[in-house]
């Protein structure tokens, strides 16, 4: 929910839909739909001058997939040692799952055109800068100190709270963009 509230609070062009006429785009039913959502990333990457595309795992299968289709396939070891994939300089990176391991962060029943449950979506992030400058557009943050909390002492053990807040500071309005209504699928 923290980057579709960001985005949605930003200005109407950091959100590009790639809905067709009344429905998600199909981005593997035809050379021509994968063209059309490489389109899409481009511009999300323009508008945002993203370091990363954050999606789940299905989306970043599905984009591989596409960019070796189209020969732009590009895996190359990032600054910490790790193997990563890349569309151009951009890294495709999978958030991942919620708490309960099963859930996705960023789902595929997205809510479509048609209002259909089938869609899903990309966010572009610019971290800082390409040129080594310690410029932070997008970072995460502690806005209150860490509480620690003595709940209990019934019984051989202690239970403790710890308090941890953390969220997300944006130093630029334009650091975070969303590609939506597309399904990484041929129907």
């Not at 990563?84 to 799952?97: I, S, T």
């Amino acid at each position: 929910e923290g980057l579709k509230k960001r985005v949605a609070n930003q200005p109407a062009r950091m959100t590009i839909s790639l809905a067709q006429s009344t429905d998600t785009l199909k981005v593997k039913a035809s050379t021509a739909n994968m063209h059309l959502f490489l389109d899409g990333v481009d511009r999300l990457i323009k508008y945002t001058g993203a370091n990363a595309l954050l999606m789940n795992e299905e989306t970043k299968v599905g984009f591989t997939s596409v960019l070796r289709q189209t020969g732009q396939y590009v895996m190359a070891v990032d600054e910490y040692g790790i193997m990563r994939e890349y569309y151009g300089k951009v890294a495709l990176v999978d958030v991942g799952l919620k708490a309960d391991q099963s859930t996705e962060i960023i789902t595929n029943t997205e809510t479509a055109p048609d209002n259909g449950t089938d869609g899903t979506s990309i966010y572009g992030v610019r971290f800082a800068d390409d040129n080594g400058l310690k410029v932070l557009y997008l970072n995460g943050t502690q806005p209150d100190p860490y509480l620690v909390t003595k709940e209990s002492e019934s019984g051989p053990w202690e239970l403790w709270r710890i308090d941890f807040p953390i969220g997300l500071h944006q130093k630029s309005r334009f650091a975070v963009g969303r590609l939506n209504n597309f399904k990484m699928a041929a129907s």
